[in-house]
């Protein structure tokens, strides 16, 4: 079985990937190649309490507590969105809830994310990542009150 990677192990394979790239018209197809290998959320979860609030486009997302592990599940309606979130997706699907609250996610920064995106998406981006780390944090004190 392979080790699961850390968060920042993950993050700087994203960097070195977009470091592959010239242009931002590049870099703009690479999220959308990722975003199509997201796996579709399945329609039982697109409601409106799994809808991202603060995202211009519409994005569901789940997610589940197994053996101490948070996962992710998430879908957009956009394309760029949907390769945005399953970077998220990426780096912190897999690991404990404290792993997550205490991410930087400073990739964004690192690959240009936020000079690069439209002050919507930017803000859906800070969304997601503060839905993601509220989930870690719901999680982490359920353990706590075991």
Sequence with gaps: MSEVKSI???EQEIIEEFALFDTWEEKY?????????????DDIHKKEENKIKGCQSTVWM?????????????????????????????????H???EIINAKLEFIDQIGMK????????????SMVKQMKLDATVYQAQQLNK
Excluded: C, W
Aim: hydrophobic residues 40%; proline residues 3%.
């Design 8 to 10: 920042l192990e993950t």
């Design 29 to 41: 197809e690479y999220i959308i190649d990722m975003g199509k290998k997201l796996k579709p959320l």
């Design 96 to 98: 404990t809830p404290e």
């Design 62 to 94: 789940v997610s589940d507590f197994n053996d101490g592990k948070v996962n992710y599940k998430a879908e957009s309606d956009a394309v760029i969105v949907k390769g945005l979130v399953s970077m998220l997706i990426r780096v912190l699907s897999g």
């Design 115 to 126: 000079q690069h995106l439209a002050q919507t998406r930017s803000n859906g981006l800070l």
